[in-house]
């Protein structure tokens, strides 16, 4: 950041008083612009004993697979962005939305918030972020070709749920990248 969005002066990276990390602060109206993580909210919508996932159609990780996610929009509860990212990228309708995994990834100043949710009809389609969506059984998913870390978690956590009969919430940091698998 180099100027303020408030005045279009120059800002300086400094420690305001009374706080402990560096911001933007502006040098003429002495605005503090802070900068927080952004959040990504998705679903793992479930139809029977498939799960829906998509084929990306946008960079990061084209022609990857994912879960429908994206950032959430100011205005929008959790699960609504969760909602509207799925109907969004798989034109795809999800009920019951309860949160399943939270994961902290303070390395790319982000947050994933996936919520288990229902699909009450089989319909889905590719949104203008896909390029392919399809119900998956757990055999036909393509661990290999899954786009980011926090959608292979997703996905193992949820069939090893499944197998138990109980799906509990996770939460975890995923302190420097890891493997999607």
């Not at 180099?2 to 003429?28: E, H, M, W």
């Not at 799906?167 to 940091?173: K, L, N, T, V």
């Amino acid at each position: 950041m180099k100027f303020c969005s408030d005045c279009g002066a120059a800002v300086s990276l400094t420690i305001p008083q009374g706080d402990n990390r560096p911001r933007y602060v502006c040098s003429s109206c002495n605005v503090i612009h802070y900068q927080n993580p952004r959040i990504v909210a998705g679903c793992l919508p479930v139809y029977g004993d498939k799960v829906l996932l998509c084929k990306r159609a946008i960079e990061p990780r084209y022609g990857y697979w994912t879960l429908p996610a994206g950032f959430m929009e100011n205005g929008e509860s959790c699960e609504e962005g969760a909602a509207r990212e799925t109907e969004e990228e798989a034109c795809a309708e999800v009920t019951n939305l309860r949160l399943y995994t939270m994961f902290s990834l303070p390395h790319i100043d982000q947050v994933h918030l996936f919520y288990l949710a229902d699909m009450p009809n089989e319909h889905y389609a590719p949104g203008s972020e896909s390029l392919l969506t399809q119900l998956l059984l757990e055999e036909e998913i393509p661990w290999d070709e899954l786009a980011f870390p926090t959608i292979g978690r997703t996905l193992r956590y949820f069939f090893a749920d499944r197998k138990e009969g109980h799906f509990a919430m996770r939460s975890e940091a995923l302190l420097r990248p890891v493997r999607a698998n």
